[in-house]
């Protein structure tokens, strides 16, 4: 969520604070298709490294596992890690919201850090809340309706300049 927090801020908060973005809304292309290519992009490239992370943690523990008799190699519930991994992204454009109030990179970052401490708090055990489906389903929607109430006041917000 994070590192999602930096692209959303790289990608579309900086565009809006250097005032750049209105060189690439004087493209014969809607606002919405632009704003909405940008938030896909970066929703893509956080399932890729996802998927990824999770190749690389599944493949080190299966290795650890041939190697020392300790360590115990099991896949969890597909499912629900797809659930949490789609709801985690859905999640991180929450900053996005946030970000394009003051237009502001930090405040895009510090509160992904906010929202990782609230979703990912486990209070001493292995689990949290987005580690249960239904929380992390709510998690997502909340993330997806701030995300469009986002897109809705930068369109009519440049559209008012």
């Avoid at 606002?31 to 690389?56: P, Y």
């Amino acid at each position: 969520i994070v590192w999602e927090a930096v692209l959303i801020s790289v990608f579309v908060i900086e565009e809006y604070r250097n005032k750049t973005i209105s060189l690439l809304f004087t493209y014969p292309i809607s606002r919405t298709k632009l704003i909405m290519t940008k938030l896909i992009l970066i929703c893509s490239i956080m399932f890729l490294f996802h998927v990824l992370s999770n190749i690389f943690q599944y493949a080190s523990i299966f290795l650890a596992e041939k190697c020392f008799s300790f360590v115990t190699f099991s896949i969890g519930n597909i499912l629900a890690q797809t659930i949490t991994t789609i709801s985690a992204i859905l999640l991180g454009l929450l900053p996005l919201y946030v970000g394009m109030i003051k237009k502001s990179t930090i405040a895009t970052v510090v509160s992904s850090i906010i929202i990782v401490a609230i979703a990912s708090n486990s209070q001493g055990s292995s689990a949290g809340l987005m580690s249960i489906p239904v929380a992390a389903i709510i998690f997502g929607i909340i993330g997806i309706i701030f995300s469009a109430i986002a897109m809705r006041k930068m369109i009519l917000s440049d559209l008012s300049n």
